[in-house]
């Protein structure tokens, strides 16, 4: 990575207030971007913003259409056209059977991970597409390749995440805005409060490495894919896996 090379470049990250969303943050403003953190948890959000330089923290829900019409009315007033969208927010929600979860538990992951996510995706769109730039990076995971047991809503939120990146990257293809997403294996960040220790067991015992990514690892990739140095790429995931994935 190059020193500056975000400079002035506008960056919106969700779920930026803590864990992969704040280290993405942190990497793209360390390089000259000025960020806008947009999280559901007001002081979390200002707390990390107020650590970075040119950034700022906006409380916001993605899951309503409003809300993210808000958020980025407000980006654009304080930083400027957004030329750079990381869509990290996502919960995992309860590690249950298909047969035991309830509908507003299913409801509740889908509208996080991926109704949310595509709000904001299509939120930032026609405006990167009129300028003929931009750069779409949208977190999903190892579980929307494979399927993990016991987080059907999950690994199905992540799937459709998967579908709508490989989707929307063919849409834009020829307009110089690139879209990609990023399939990491399990992080330890605090979405691992969710889960139960038995389910954290298993997804170790899954990655050859040994070993959970870290959180400095997602965003090492996710800049590179922010960034003018990825030019060839859209429509398509890179894996952070530790040799897990299989296809």
Same mark, same amino acid.
């Given at each position: ?13 969700t779920? #930026?207030?803590?864990?992969?969303g ?6 793209l403003?360390?390089l000259g971007? =000025?960020v806008?953190l947009? /999280?559901?948890d *007001? +002081?979390e959000?200002? =707390?990390?913003?107020?650590?970075? /330089? ?6 916001? /829900? ?11 009315? =407000?980006t ?6 957004v ?8 919960? +995992?929600?309860? !590690?249950?059977?298909?047969a ?12 996080? !991970?991926?109704?949310?996510? %595509?709000?904001? *995706?299509?939120a930032?769109v026609? #405006? ?9 990076? *949208? ?10 047991p016991n987080?059907?809503?999950y ?7 998967i #579908?709508l990146? =490989? ?6 293809? !020829?307009?110089?805005?690139?879209? *990609? ?7 330890r960040?605090d979405? %691992?409060k969710?889960? +139960? ?10 990655i050859p490495?040994?070993? %959970? ?7 090492a990739?996710v +800049?590179?894919?922010a ?5 060839? !790429?859209?429509g398509?995931?890179? /894996?952070?896996?530790? #040799?897990?994935?299989?296809?």
């Amino acid at each position: 990575m190059y020193a500056g090379m975000f400079k002035e470049k506008v960056a919106v990250v969700t779920g #930026g207030a803590r864990g992969i969303g704040l280290a993405c943050a942190q990497s793209l403003s360390s390089l000259g971007a =000025k960020v806008a953190l947009w /999280d559901r948890d *007001n +002081t979390e959000v200002s =707390k990390a913003a107020s650590g970075l /330089d040119g950034c700022v923290g906006i409380g916001m /829900d993605v899951t309503v259409e409003e809300g993210v019409a808000g958020a980025l009315a =407000k980006t654009e007033s304080d930083l400027g056209p957004v030329d750079i969208l990381v869509a990290s927010a996502g919960i +995992t929600g309860p !590690n249950k059977t298909v047969a035991d979860y309830g509908l507003a538990e299913w409801k509740q992951v889908i509208d996080v !991970n991926l109704v949310g996510l %595509f709000l904001c *995706n299509r939120a930032v769109v026609p #405006g990167m597409a009129k300028r003929g730039w931009g750069r779409i990076v *949208n977190i999903a995971s190892i579980a929307g390749k494979e399927g993990n047991p016991n987080a059907s809503a999950y690994s199905a939120s992540k799937a459709g995440v998967i #579908g709508l990146t =490989k989707s929307l990257g063919k849409e834009l293809a !020829n307009t110089g805005v690139l879209v *990609n997403c990023v399939c990491p294996a399990a992080i330890r960040t605090d979405i %691992f409060k969710q889960m +139960t220790e038995q389910h954290i067991a298993f997804m170790l015992s899954k990655i050859p490495m040994g070993r %959970f990514a870290t959180v400095e690892e997602a965003a090492a990739m996710v +800049t590179w894919l922010a960034s003018p140095l990825c030019t060839f !790429n859209t429509g398509a995931v890179f /894996d952070l896996s530790g #040799g897990r994935a299989t296809y």
